[in-house]
């Protein structure tokens, strides 16, 4: 039997990218998924999607900057399934810019989307774990949190937070608790994110470093699913995933 069926999985940043990618293959083995995002129309269409299929899917509106609305969205995976074995802390922003452009407002929203997220995330999935005596907590870094590009100072700096948390977190709940945790890092993937970038010398100094084939979402997704369908016994810490020609 496949190991990740009938686990009860919550996905934040599930509206698109690696999030709803991640939703799509786990609920096609078997998971119960639970997408989480602010784009709820979106949410809507990839969950009857997923249920059209003869699959299991809820979602939840997400703001996971708002502890409270991340707790409600906690409450309502409780609400329709029972229990959380898997949450994935997958949201996140890259506006990359260069420091002396001083794009404070971006700075403040990638500390509040990409650690505060993280944080709030494992606030609400921990205690049920803590009480159920197992769960993983799955936690999307970068290869900016392990080595720091031009235009990417803050953003490398929120990733980097994200793989110190995540090490600690696991050092923390692994031995008293049976909650695993896994860090994935993702190499430049064909996602939204690149969107979002408002400093042009930036985006140009990433399209420099761009590979002919940046990874598909699926690819992460498939790390992912990797990570949670390992014996209980087993965790998988971190993962590294690169574009096969991205050097850096």
């Keep these: 039997m496949d190991k990740i069926s009938g686990k009860?999985?919550?996905?934040?940043?599930?509206?698109?990218?690696?999030?709803?990618?991640?939703?799509?293959?786990?609920?096609?083995?078997?998971?119960?998924?639970?997408?989480?995002?602010?784009?709820?129309?979106?949410?809507k269409t990839i969950v009857e999607e997923i249920l059209q299929s003869g699959q299991h899917a809820a979602y939840t509106a997400m703001?996971?900057?708002?502890?409270?609305?991340?707790?409600?969205?906690?409450?309502?995976?409780?609400?329709?399934?029972?229990?959380?074995?898997?949450?994935?802390?997958?949201?996140?922003?890259?506006?990359?810019?260069?420091?002396?452009?001083?794009?404070?407002?971006?700075?403040?929203?990638?500390?509040?989307?990409?650690?505060?997220?993280?944080?709030?995330?494992?606030?609400?999935?921990?205690?049920?774990?803590?009480?159920q005596q197992s769960?993983?907590?799955?936690?999307?870094?970068?290869?900016?949190?392990?080595?720091v590009g031009m235009g990417g100072a803050v953003y490398s700096g929120t990733k980097f937070a994200v793989r110190a948390i995540t090490e600690g977190l696991r050092q923390e709940v692994s031995g008293r608790y049976h909650i695993r945790a896994t860090i994935i890092s993702p190499g430049l993937v064909e996602?939204?994110?690149?969107?979002?970038?408002?400093?042009?010398?930036?985006l140009t100094a990433l399209s420099a470093r761009v590979p002919g084939q940046p990874l598909r979402s699926q690819s992460i997704a498939e790390a992912i699913a990797y990570a949670i369908e390992q014996p209980e016994s087993v965790s998988v810490n971190e993962i590294i995933i690169r574009p096969t020609e991205q050097v850096n």
């Excluded at 786990?26 to 995002?37: D, H, T, Y």
């Excluded at 409270?68 to 074995?85: H, P």
């Excluded at 996602?191 to 930036?202: G, H, K, M, R, S």
């Design 135 to 147: 769960g993983h907590i799955i936690n999307i870094s970068s290869v900016a949190g392990h080595k």
């Design 191 to 202: 996602t939204e994110l690149l969107t979002t970038i408002t400093d042009q010398d930036a």
């Design 8 to 43: 009860v999985v919550v996905i934040t940043g599930a509206s698109s990218g690696i999030g709803e990618a991640t939703a799509r293959l786990l609920a096609s083995r078997g998971a119960k998924v639970v997408l989480a995002a602010r784009r709820v129309e979106r949410l």
């Design 63 to 131: 703001d996971v900057t708002n502890r409270e609305s991340v707790e409600q969205g906690k409450n309502a995976a409780l609400t329709q399934f029972g229990r959380i074995d898997v949450w994935i802390n997958n949201a996140g922003l890259m506006p990359l810019s260069y420091l002396d452009k001083l794009h404070v407002e971006e700075w403040e929203r990638m500390v509040d989307v990409n650690i505060k997220g993280v944080l709030f995330g494992m606030a609400a999935a921990l205690p049920v774990m803590m009480e």
